[in-house]
C-alpha cells in the first residue's frame, strides 16, 4: 500500500510561481509512475503531467513549457514546478501513483506510462492551488 500526501498549494497571482510537492510512504517509490491531475467543481479529474519510474516525462497541452514535473527517488518524492500561473490553472491538484515496472524473476516487466486516472491505484488527498487575478 503506498500512501500519498501533496503539499504546496496556496493562493497565488497571475504569472507567480508555485511549487507543489508528492511525498509517498508505505512501499518503495521507485518503481511508480506519477502523475499529476487536477479537478475544478462539476469537471472531470484532468491530466496535467507524469513522470515515468526512468524519470522520462509528459505533459497535457495546457501545461508545456510553463510546468515541470521532476522526482527524488531517494525522499520518495515527486515535484511539479509551475511558473506563469494563469486563472485558468485555479483546482484541486491530485498526484498519483501507478505501479509501472515490477520484476516477474529475474525479468524487469515495464508498463506503460499512463495519462488515464482510472489507471492509477493510489492518490492523494489533494492540495488546492488559486491563482487570482
Known amino acids: 500500500q503506498v500512501q500519498l500526501v501533496e503539499s504546496g498549494g496556496g493562493v497565488v497571482h497571475v504569472g507567480d510561481s508555485l511549487r507543489l510537492s508528492c511525498t509517498a510512504s508505505g512501499h518503495t517509490f521507485n518503481t511508480y509512475a506519477v502523475g499529476w491531475f487536477r479537478q475544478t467543481p462539476g469537471k472531470e479529474r484532468e491530466f496535467v503531467a507524469v513522470i515515468s519510474w526512468s524519470s522520462i516525462t509528459s505533459y497535457a497541452d495546457s501545461a508545456k513549457g510553463r510546468f515541470t514535473i521532476s522526482r527524488d527517488n531517494a525522499k520518495n518524492t515527486v515535484h511539479l514546478q509551475m511558473d506563469n500561473l494563469k486563472p485558468e490553472d485555479t483546482a484541486i491538484y491530485y498526484c498519483?501513483?501507478?505501479?509501472?515496472?515490477?520484476?516477474?524473476?529475474?525479468?524487469?516487466?515495464?508498463?506503460?506510462?499512463?495519462?488515464?486516472?482510472?489507471?492509477?491505484?493510489?492518490w492523494g488527498q489533494g492540495t488546492q492551488v488559486t491563482v487570482s487575478s
Open positions: 498519483a501513483a501507478d505501479q509501472q515496472a515490477t520484476y516477474e524473476g529475474d525479468l524487469l516487466v515495464v508498463g506503460a506510462t499512463t495519462r488515464n486516472p482510472q489507471d492509477y491505484d493510489y
